[in-house]
């Protein structure tokens, strides 16, 4: 387990247990224990590629703070912000992040475009992930609870290389989405189109 990290640099007026008190209040148990599994996943990451851990650490605990709320709260946050409407047609896979993060800003606190975006695009991926972003992206996919065909060559690819491993999920989840005749966000689509001709050969070899 990594060691916990006390917050010095006011990403938001919480501390950090109590920003795990909010969290708990507001997830399942299941779905509180995933986000402290991907918080110390991020961790680890972030030690290895030089991401700053208080962001990894906010980002882990707070990517997922909207995922169990009714459907009608994201619809008001993206009337009442005026976000894309395209988002409409879809559900809470893609909302809990995208429109997720600002609940997170209004209602946590959490100022950081940096963390905010990561958090926005923890499922969908974008062309241009900072490597904070690539960190909970990936923290998501592979955390200790994650058990699913390729799992565990995610985790290896993404030990080997950073970049590797948001290709290697990025191709996974769009042969996933199309395999089983789902919709596929378009920024899924410009993430594909970023990350995975980048890393055509060691993909190939990584099969």
Not at 109 to 126: C, D, P, S, W
């Amino acid at each position: 387990m990594v060691k916990e990290i006390e917050y010095q640099k006011h990403y938001l007026s919480l501390n950090r247990a109590e920003l795990i008190a909010r969290l708990e209040r507001a997830l399942k148990p299941s779905r509180f224990k995933h986000v402290l599994r991907v918080e110390q996943t991020a961790i680890k990451l972030a030690k290895q590629y030089d991401v700053d851990l208080e962001a990894a650490s906010v980002a882990g605990l707070c990517h997922d703070y909207a995922k169990q709320r009714p459907d009608e709260d994201f619809i008001t946050v993206i009337k009442a912000k005026k976000l894309s409407k395209e988002l409409l047609d879809y559900g809470n896979a893609i909302w809990h992040g995208v429109v997720g993060a600002e609940l997170v800003k209004d209602e946590l606190g959490v100022q950081n475009e940096e963390i905010l975006n990561a958090i926005r695009q923890h499922t969908t991926g974008a062309a241009y992930m900072t490597p904070l972003a690539q960190v909970l992206y990936m923290a998501d996919y592979i955390e200790p609870g994650r058990d699913f065909p390729g799992v565990e060559k995610a985790r290896q690819l993404t030990k080997a290389d950073l970049g590797l491993g948001v290709a290697y999920q990025t191709q996974a989840t769009l042969t996933y989405l199309a395999e089983n005749s789902k919709p596929i966000y378009p920024k899924t689509l410009e993430t594909y189109n970023a990350w995975v001709p980048k890393y055509r050969k060691e993909l190939k070899n990584n099969g």
